[in-house]
Nanobody
Framework: QVQLVESVGGLVQTGGSLRLSCVAS????????MGWYRQAPGNQRELVAG???????NYADFVKGRFIISRDNAKGTVYLQMNSLKPEDTAVYYC??????????????????WGQGTQVTVSS
């Protein structure tokens, strides 16, 4: 019913920048919250940043001042601008959407949805 497709990540050097995007499609009327999570090998998936439809944002402490999350509600797209990248930012990054009000459904979907993940590698 809902698909999230992330842009391709990439390999960047320490201190470099990278921008991720994620497009939501399907039977969607609105999305309350979209966010980015990441998972490094051997670690649990962790929140990176989130943003509501009204533009309120929250960030993990380890990215504050370096990453910026934004979204285009009309396009169903969320972005993650990653600056001053560090080797410890290396992970698979996942897009998430929850509080999705279904188009023609008359209610919110029971579950949140995830993208397929995109690899970001920061070389030292």
């Amino acid at each position: 019913q809902v698909q999230l497709v992330e842009s391709v990540g990439g390999l960047v050097q320490t201190g470099g920048s990278l921008r991720l995007s994620c497009v939501a499609s399907g039977k969607i009327f609105s999305i309350n919250r979209m966010g980015w999570y990441r998972q490094a090998p051997g670690n649990q998936r962790e929140l990176v940043a989130g943003i509501t439809s009204g533009g309120s944002t929250n960030y993990a402490d380890f990215v504050k001042g370096r990453f910026i999350i934004s979204r285009d509600n009309a396009k169903g797209t969320v972005y993650l601008q990653m600056n001053s990248l560090k080797p410890e930012d290396t992970a698979v990054y996942y897009c998430n959407a929850d509080g999705i009000y279904g188009l023609g459904l008359g209610r919110t979907y029971d579950y949140d949805y995830w993208g397929q993940g995109t690899q970001v590698t920061v070389s030292s």
